[in-house]
């Protein structure tokens, strides 16, 4: 004999007034069992209560304020998806121009990387050249940077010692640096002394 109470969705069954093959064996529960059988009359009690109250409707504009409080999370393929369809023009004619174009930049593109795969010197050639024209963009940037800075002098110091002047320079910077911060903190710390 099973002495388990109902569950809450077996009282939901009793509660809609369902027929069926399972509805029997619980009604037969609910005669027997006193405990069941309160809490499907108090059941009973809420939902003549809940169907007794008025009836209410939402203004018309609130699903309007709550979806606007709502972040949606759209996926990322549903997004570029969207992305690439407002890319695209709305008239047949600039579609075939467009999608003609297109063609000959990825016909452009993949012969440029065939014949680079085929040709390794030469794509490791003109990264070597890229790499030499960008350090000296950047040395010449610092130079310059340094030259505003410091004055020539301080270039010519540099250009002449290497790297150990930079070195030097640095440290030079990063003490100088160091001791102004301690000196401002011992300003400080004596003024808020004098206060108190």
Not at 155 to 166: E, F, R
Not at 172 to 182: E, K, N, P
Request: net charge positive; charged share 15%; aromatic share 6%.
């Amino acid at each position: 004999m099973n002495h388990r109470h109902l569950l809450p969705n077996e009282f939901d069954l009793l509660l809609d007034g369902e027929v069926g093959f399972g509805v029997a064996p619980l009604k037969a529960h609910v005669d027997d069992c006193a405990e069941c059988r309160a809490r499907l009359e108090e059941a009973r009690v809420v939902i003549d209560a809940l169907d007794d109250l008025p009836r209410f409707a939402p203004a018309p504009a609130f699903a309007n304020r709550v979806m606007a409080n709502v972040q949606v999370v759209e996926p990322w393929h549903l997004a570029m998806f969207a992305a690439a369809q407002r890319l695209l023009p709305r008239t047949k004619p600039l579609r075939v121009v467009m999608a003609a174009s297109a063609s000959v930049v990825a016909i452009g593109v993949s012969s440029a990387a065939v014949w680079l795969a085929f040709r390794a010197d030469v794509a490791i050639y003109l990264a070597g050249l890229a790499d030499q024209r960008a350090r000296t963009m950047v040395t010449a940037a610092l130079g310059s940077f340094v030259q505003s800075v410091l004055g020539t002098g301080a270039v010519n110091t540099i250009s002449s010692q290497g790297t150990a002047a930079i070195a030097v320079g640095a440290n030079v910077v990063f003490v100088a640096a160091g001791s102004a911060a301690l000196g401002l903190r011992a300003v400080a710390s004596a003024s808020r002394r004098a206060r108190e």
